[in-house]
């Protein structure tokens, strides 16, 4: 650092009572640097903190301006953060059997006073959705995909569709007429795949003498479904994929991500 | 009123919707330098509000557009709308820069700020901000709850959630096992494709047109005309049979629509040569495969020797090559799309008999 400013606080109770404060060994001990009040102590906030140091301690000006990023990207790791805990509040309340899933909802509506985990998750998943189109307008905009940054455009493409299938399994969970309807609809499509689906082109040529190897209750809708139709199956591999399966699997890659971002040499500018 | 109305509902045909799309993107391309004024964008944007406002006194318009899982898109398309005019007009600005010989903005500002507070703060703000908006959206609107699923019942229209309906409005013009499975895992390929053909250097980190001019338009056209229109159009234009009903049109379920298509083969073997089908489906659909391969094989070929002789010299020949062959699959839905309205051609190959329509 060539300059270390200090910002000398204004005197007054309460610098006296937050001067006190920093200086208790509970506070030092969570908080290894001083006050951020020096160029210093700016630095080590950012570095000794497990989340913060996601941050570089610098970064170009544009990257801060909110006509730059549309801040999208930001906020689409936030409403990941709010759907994580909002859906995990839901899981209590969830069984994700027939007999079970809709009515589990409806007590959900009916039950839970001044309820509205279910609003949040459904809203700010739809909300994600768009965030991450919009994330990766703006990317594509300002050619910040552009070399050294290919792979991580490239991740960030696997990340949109993982967002995708986490907001289409989704949508089977309330197991009301919209949720299997839509999901039939999505799902039928994988019945088409070329020679996965049995009604794909070239699947009745996957055949061992008269023996068809790809029918309804083996191809890739059935390996989707577990089972023929959006039934019982369906819906326990939705909710685990759900639940489980492609949040960690996105988790792992917004990782990957965050971290390239830095290593590419931070958010995007003219070289 | 119902004049205004009665016009609307004509703009919104899927012809007209998707001809006004193109030329919208178009004119905004074309007269970006005029439309970059703040004037122009929050005045389009008003206007957008007002018809939206002015709708929401039309019962059926109300009806559709008040459905919550629509909301979000009713948002999507206020911000679609201004992000698309905005990131142009970002481009404008720094596109007069350049040719001033300033250089982009992103230069100007490209001295470095603290972490610590100048961007925390912001995520801190933008953070609260959303978390209120998120709890005031969720108060005010239910989530929807229809009655318990019931797999003898199928509702009419049956659509996928919002995000694949513009997947769902390519099946009127293809087949599943394309419309489903093979042009979205192409979308996702071409994503991931496009900093590896795209070999042009500048605009690297900053916005502009004039340095990106072909890719902009390519991505404006496959993420705002193709993508995101379709999926307009897909919500609040198709109802029951995934008839056409126009913003302000009841949604009539006996609604009949003329569906007098033509497979190529028939044109060609009943209408041109006047004679019947030829009995094996090789030979009956020869016409259309050969004009299949000829679009996928031959004409990245000759495109190449002609019109993109500059990019195939720029390119190199496997940069090219898949290149054109993920453009020629992006346009082969506005072709078929024309081909339906203008020939009412159903199906260029179609032999059912092992599932492969094109």
């Known amino acids: 650092m060539a300059e270390t400013k200090t910002i000398a606080p204004a005197e007054g109770p309460g610098t006296r009572f937050w001067n006190w404060l920093t200086e208790t060994q509970i506070w030092t001990s ?159 499509m994988a019945r088409a795949t ?16 008269d023996v068809p190897l790809i029918h309804a209750a083996d191809d890739a809708r059935f390996a989707l479904l577990g089972g023929t139709f959006v039934g019982e199956g369906a819906l326990l591999r939705f909710y685990v994929l759900h639940c489980v399966g492609l949040p960690l699997a996105i988790a792992v890659l917004m990782a990957v991500h965050f971290w390239r971002v830095r290593k590419d040499g931070g958010i995007s500018g003219p070289l | 009123m119902v004049l205004i109305k009665g ?35 929050y005045g389009t944007l008003g206007f957008l509000g007002i018809f939206f406002v002015f709708g929401t006194f039309d019962p059926n318009f109300r009806l559709i557009v008040t459905k919550p899982d629509n909301v979000p898109i009713v948002g999507l398309i206020f911000l679609l709308a201004f992000f698309v005019w905005y990131s142009l007009r970002e481009g404008v600005l720094n596109d007069r820069r350049i040719a001033a010989g300033q250089g982009p903005i992103e230069k100007a500002e490209s001295d470095r700020v603290w972490v610590w507070p100048d961007l925390v703060y912001i995520e801190l703000i933008a953070l609260v901000l959303c978390s209120v ?81 072909p890719e902009i338009v390519l991505f404006l056209f496959g993420f705002a005309v193709l993508w995101s229109s379709l999926i307009v159009l897909g919500t609040f234009l198709r109802g029951p049979n995934w008839n056409f009903f126009g913003p302000f049109e009841y949604w009539d379920i006996h609604k ?24 094996a489906w090789a030979v009956r659909e020869l016409p259309g495969i050969v004009l299949v391969l000829l679009y996928v094989f031959a004409l990245p070929v000759l495109l190449g020797k002609s019109v993109f002789k500059g990019y195939y010299e720029k390119l190199g020949p496997s940069r090219y090559y898949v290149t054109a062959f993920l453009f020629l699959a992006m346009m082969s839905l506005p072709l078929k799309m024309l081909a339906r309205w203008i020939l009412n051609l159903k199906y260029v190959v179609a032999i059912p008999e092992i599932f492969f329509n094109i």
């Open chain 1, 30 to 188: 969570v908080f290894r640097h001083g006050r951020p009040d020096s160029d210093r102590n700016r630095v080590l906030v950012v570095l000794s903190n497990v989340f913060l140091h996601l941050h570089p301690v610098r970064l170009r000006k544009s990257g801060v301006r909110l006509r730059y990023t549309w801040c999208m990207g930001g906020l689409s790791f936030f409403l990941f953060l709010v759907l994580t805990f909002t859906g995990l509040l839901l899981m209590f309340y969830y069984r994700p059997t027939l007999e079970y899933a809709y009515t589990d909802i409806v007590g959900l509506r009916e039950h839970v006073p001044l309820g509205i985990m279910r609003e949040m998750h459904r809203w700010g998943a739809h909300a994600m959705v768009i965030t991450v189109w919009l994330h990766m307008f703006r990317v594509f905009m300002t050619g910040s995909y552009k070399p050294p940054r290919e792979f991580n455009w490239s991740v960030g493409v696997v990340m949109l569709v993982l967002t995708l299938l986490l907001s289409f399994t989704g949508y089977l969970l309330p197991w009301d007429q919209l949720a299997i309807w839509a999901i039939t609809v999505g799902s039928n």
């Open chain 1, 194 to 209: 070329p020679f996965l689906g049995y009604e794909g082109p070239g699947a009745q040529l996957l055949r061992l003498g």
């Open chain 2, 7 to 41: 016009f609307v509902n004509t703009l919104a045909d899927p012809r007209l919707f998707f001809l006004l799309a193109c030329v919208g993107l178009a004119v905004l391309i074309w007269k970006r330098e005029q439309l970059a004024s703040s004037a122009v964008g």
């Open chain 2, 133 to 213: 908006l998120l709890i005031v959206w969720s108060i005010f609107l239910k989530a929807p709850l229809e009655q318990p699923a019931n797999p003898a019942n199928t509702p009419n229209p049956s659509k996928a959630p919002w995000y694949f309906l513009g997947l769902q409005e390519m099946l009127v013009y293809f087949d599943p096992w394309l419309a489903g499975v093979v042009l979205p895992g192409l979308i996702i390929a071409g994503l991931i494709a496009i900093p590896y053909i795209d070999r042009n250097p500048k605009g690297n980190g900053y916005y502009t047109f004039n340095e990106r001019k």
């Open chain 2, 256 to 279: 009949l629509a003329a569906l007098t298509n033509v497979n190529l083969s028939e044109y060609f073997w009943i209408r041109m040569l006047k004679t019947g089908y030829p009995s």
